[in-house]
């Protein structure tokens, strides 16, 4: 017996339907949680992309589904979003951006503070976002 095999798309790998395992074929496997965000899988014999720490898309049909934290699943081979690393998403320009943001936000509440709480606080932020660009430096 061969597996039965879903062809969704030519550019689109294949899940395998039925058990790879009572059919002889090793598959790599990995629990829900272990895949990164935004990885395509395959499970129960459908194409899903991972959107939360618990919900996929199908890719047929983009429904919305729950998957159980303990669900067994199989990742997509040459994926290339589950083959991105945080550092390929998240460039030192990103984060800067970010912090910069983060940093304008913490400012406007520190205007609202009056003495010694104010200037505590705004040397603190100053401190921090030194270490954290340092940081940043560092890994560049």
């Known amino acids: 017996l061969s597996p039965t095999r879903t062809l969704l798309s030519q550019a689109v790998p294949y899940c395998v339907a039925i058990s790879p395992q009572a059919n002889g074929i090793a598959a790599s496997t990995m629990k829900f949680t272990q895949l990164p965000p935004d990885a395509r899988f395959c499970w129960q014999g459908e194409l899903y992309r991972k959107t939360g720490p618990m919900t996929a898309h199908a890719d047929v049909g983009g429904a919305q589904k729950l998957i159980p934290r303990s669900a067994v699943v199989e990742p997509v081979a040459n994926d290339a979003a ?59």
């Open 82 to 140: 589950a083959a991105t690393t945080a550092e390929e998403r998240f460039t030192a320009g990103v984060v800067q951006a970010a912090l910069d943001a983060y940093q304008t936000s913490l400012r406007a509440y520190a205007q609202t503070l009056t003495g010694p709480e104010r200037s505590a606080l705004e040397a603190h932020m100053d401190l921090a976002e030194r270490g954290f660009r340092a940081a940043l430096r560092r890994k560049a």
